[in-house]
């Protein structure tokens, strides 16, 4: 074979991200093995074991392989932990010796995900946290924490654990830029100030907080009002008040009021905002009757303030009632509701709506667009570039194989739509 100089060869391979084609590479010759490896363990996911039987856990096989090549530990940039809680037996987690002694050889760690609860796509956001985060071994969370620390770490996601105490845990990442907090129950250990401070004395400089650019939130009810409170505490150490992007899941109109809160803390950086609102927006819809039965509630969340967001994606359901198919729930009234609530001096340019349908083509022929075409049309949103409507795959196969066409044709052939698609707003992505 003809000589590749190896500058080359690294260019190429990089742009491969499909795992197959990354093991096919590794093997073609000793000029690619090296570059592949590298794609291969940029990211490792430690999965749950596939039967209570196996002997041994998954972090002891990619030990093992450490062992045996220990080249391969500083190529490992994102390390993923799934742990899902079992009936069958305790979760991995709680009986493995082996990860305490994996953490501190990934010396080139950027990110880490502890990931205590595997949820479907279509169970409700509100998952509870099922594990125990005291039920892991003290030579693990030792473990853990003092990867956190290291200083490396800059992307950070918790998920399905009870009782994280915040300050020996999160608070203690020195260079995060990213949160992410699955269904999880934070219990916030931050010591309090044992007496009011002296004002008279020379005030000591506190340590500088840590500036977060990027949150994701998955909770609801009390684990959200406890997150909420925890990170817009002044005792807290990570600073989200300069926030560039913004992404939350939720269940309940209750859980908007605590969002908001952190939506204003964070109103004069927010860029980019994606928000699951939860189905208590939706109106109810009669397909025979042009008004709908009023919801109750209003949402507590607002744009008002956010004049230098580009970009908002919003996703929800319509779908229709089992019980009741003249009836369907419909997010559009909500969605003009908020959009509403932009100023006129905005910086948006990018609008996203993700649908999930789970309704036959009647039922979104009775779909009214009239009033968000109207909204995005104004003048308000004169600084607009791009609007897509997308819509998730659906887990029915005989609604996969039809979709598509009726969708795009029943949305292309909408009077309302018509303007938004005629002058190159509006793509649809289905």
Known sequence: MSFIPPELVEIIVSFVSHRPTLRACSLAGHAF????????????????????????????HFLALLAASPHLSPFVQSL????????????????????QHILPLLTNLSKISVNGRIQP??????????????????????????????GSVVDLELGGFSRVPVSSVIDSCSRLKKLSLLPLYLVDDTPLPESQPDTSAVQVPSEPRVRLEDVKIKQTAISLRRTTEWLLSPTCHLDVRQLKRFHFEVSTLEDHRHISMIVGACADSLERLELNPGSEVNSIR??????????????????????????????????????????????????????????????????????????????????SWSDLSSILLSKKFGNLKHVMFTFPSSTKRHIIDERPVWVKHTLHQNKHLSPLISRGLLHIDI
């Not at 796509?121 to 990867?147: C, F, H, M, P, Q």
């Not at 779908?319 to 003249?326: D, E, G, P, S, V």
């Open 80 to 99: 993923i932990i799934e742990c899902e809680d079992s009936v069958e037996g305790q979760p991995w987690l709680y009986n493995d010796n082996d990860l």
């Open 121 to 150: 796509e279509d169970e409700r956001t509100s998952g509870k946290a099922n594990l125990s985060w005291t039920s892991l071994s003290s030579s693990l969370r030792s473990a853990l924490v003092s990867i956190i620390r290291s």
């Open 286 to 367: 009669h397909l025979f009757r042009p008004v709908p039965v009023e919801r109750t509630g209003i949402p507590d969340l607002s744009l008002a303030p956010l004049k230098t967001l580009r970009s908002l994606k919003i996703n929800t359901k319509v779908l229709m009632f089992k019980l009741n198919n003249n009836r369907f729930s419909d997010p559009l009234p909500w969605i003009v509701s908020l959009l509403s609530t932009l100023p006129d001096d905005n910086s948006l340019s990018e609008v996203e709506l993700g649908f999930n349908l789970q309704l036959t083509q009647p039922v979104l022929e009775c779909v």
């Open 33 to 60: 093995t090296l570059t592949a490896q590298k794609g291969l363990f940029r990211e490792v996911v430690l999965s749950p074991p596939l039967s209570c039987s196996q002997k041994h856990t998954p972090a002891h």
